[in-house]
């Protein structure tokens, strides 16, 4: 059957618009340094990353990073800011890589501390999701949680992600090795969340 709600796998030539009441996700750019660094250098909140907390160096080299593969095409890594509505400084971001036709990879979701529990969070998460299945036609995606970071599991299973297991990893960057929950979300699980373009929306 031909899903009119998915693109069919065809990456659209610019990000397309992901907005909720609370929050818009837009590329960065490179004046997003000052706001990034209240949110990826807070060294309580990056303990649980694989990134490790980042300095202005590191923070730089992201941005820049995310704005040399948001030009690339075809596109396969989305970098995303999260900006709350009204207002274009970054205030957090989420990352989807495209790992093949099928399957996208979620990580780095990170919000400024003054806004747990503000409920961006989860509209982060949402949006990411309709990246990946409503705009780029994903059917599956994964993510990996460090089994401490509850706070992250907690928010991460709130937008739809399930348990699929652990595992431990060396992450280089951060230097460190953690021991992992594996999650992930199909399409069909996400159609029937509210909010999604499916069924249940
Ligand atoms: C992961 C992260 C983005 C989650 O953000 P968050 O705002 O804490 O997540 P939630 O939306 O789940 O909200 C936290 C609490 O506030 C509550 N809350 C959510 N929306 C709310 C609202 N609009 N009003 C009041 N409370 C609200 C939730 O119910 C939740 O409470 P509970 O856990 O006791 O049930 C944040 O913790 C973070 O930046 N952590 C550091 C980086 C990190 O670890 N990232 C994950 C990498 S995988």
């Known amino acids: 059957m031909i899903d009119t709600t998915t693109r069919g796998g065809r990456p659209p030539a610019t ?3 992901l907005e909720t009441a609370l929050v818009r996700l837009r590329d960065h750019r490179a004046d997003d340094l000052d706001a990034m660094r209240l949110v ?4 309580d909140a990056m303990r649980h990353l694989s990134t490790g907390v980042m ?11 995310a704005m040399a593969t948001a ?3 075809p596109r396969h890594h989305y970098q ?13 971001g989420i990352r989807l890589d495209v790992e093949d036709a099928t399957t996208g990879y979620a990580g780095v979701l990170t ?11 989860p509209d982060i998460g949402r949006l990411m999701l309709k990246l990946a299945f409503a705009e780029l036609g994903l059917t599956r995606v994964r ?10 599991v907690r928010a991460i299973t709130r937008f739809g992600f399930t348990p699929t297991g652990e595992t431990e990893r060396y992450f280089a ?3 460190t090795t953690m021991r992992l929950l594996t999650m992930e979300i199909s399409v069909d699980t996400w159609r029937t969340m509210p909010g999604s373009a499916g069924p249940g929306a």
Do not use: F, K, Y
Request: net charge negative.
């Open 143 to 152: 993510s990996m949680t460090s089994l401490e970071n509850t706070d992250a």
């Open 71 to 73: 030009a690339a095409t």
């Open 15 to 17: 990000l397309p618009v």
């Open 55 to 65: 300095d202005d160096a590191r923070i730089r080299r992201r941005l820049d990073e």
């Open 80 to 92: 995303l800011a999260a900006c709350l509505q009204g207002d274009d400084r970054p205030i957090g």
């Open 111 to 121: 919000m400024a501390r003054h806004l747990r529990g503000s409920g961006c969070a």
């Open 40 to 43: 990826w250098s807070d060294a």
């Open 173 to 175: 960057e951060a230097d």
